[in-house]
């Protein structure tokens, strides 16, 4: 097949998987503000969520946007040569600095190429980080649970941050690597709703239904593509 028709194909799989990210991701919107209906339990995850945007754009031009740069470049390129390992890829050089990075792969594929702008590496990071607390100290309780609340809904509202700042202010060669922009696009939207109602649903199973959204998602879709049939 050539690169032209896989091109085409991606653009048409883009357009019609188009309903499904838009419907994914007001799923996730809606699991979120199901947590509204449990503040005792939830308030330490959305403090997390809410307090890094506004500390992120509070404090922008003081003189700390290069160190969170750097993090944030330095997760993305350490994210994109996990996936190439992962995929079975060589990593021949990985390189960041304060302007940028660059993972040199033997190969790559559509989940490496965007894998940095779905897996937030730093909440992952945080979730290891917890499980070593309780096994260091297993009678740590409430104090570590609040605590870890708290980090993720930082550490998630970090990668929404620069995800959505990376792919509005500079273009991105993962995305054309990936198969176009649209394609790419609606594969973020996909994966990123999947991650926050997966991880929802983990970390407070009572509130958030992965049936209901997904089932959301299908008859959205669903209701999209069959609208031409509904006007013949």
């Known amino acids: ?22 419907a994914m991701l007001v799923a996730a919107a809606k699991a979120l503000t199901m947590l509204l209906q449990r503040p005792a339990d939830t308030r330490y995850f959305l403090l997390g969520c809410a307090a ?3 500390a992120h754009y509070a404090t922008t031009g003081l003189g700390i946007d290069a160190p969170r740069r750097f993090l944030y470049v330095f997760a993305h390129e350490l994210t994109h040569a996990i996936a190439a390992m992962a995929s079975g890829y060589r990593i021949k050089s990985f390189v960041v600095g304060k302007d940028g990075g ?11 190429a965007l894998a940095p702008y779905v897996l937030p590496f730093y909440g992952l990071l945080v979730v290891v980080a917890y499980r070593v607390w309780l096994w260091k100290d297993p009678n740590a309780g409430i104090l570590a649970n609040e ?5 993720l809904g930082a550490a998630l509202a970090f990668h929404w941050v620069f995800t959505w700042t990376a792919l509005w202010s500079v273009q991105q060669p993962d995305l054309a690597l990936a198969g176009g922009t649209l394609f790419s696009l609606v594969l973020i939207c996909l994966g990123n709703g999947a991650v926050v109602l997966v991880a929802l649903k983990c970390l407070f199973p009572k509130l958030v239904s992965l049936d209901g959204a997904f089932r959301f998602v299908f008859d959205a879709s669903m209701s999209v593509w069959t609208a031409p049939l509904r006007f013949r």
Request: hydrophobic share 60%.
């Open 52 to 54: 890094y945007p506004v």
């Open 102 to 112: 660059h993972v040199d792969m033997s190969d790559s594929n559509v989940f490496v």
């Open 147 to 151: 605590v870890f609340l708290l980090c």
């Open 1 to 22: 097949m050539s690169r032209r028709l896989r091109g085409w194909l991606k653009l048409l799989l883009g357009l019609a998987l188009a309903p499904a990210a838009a």
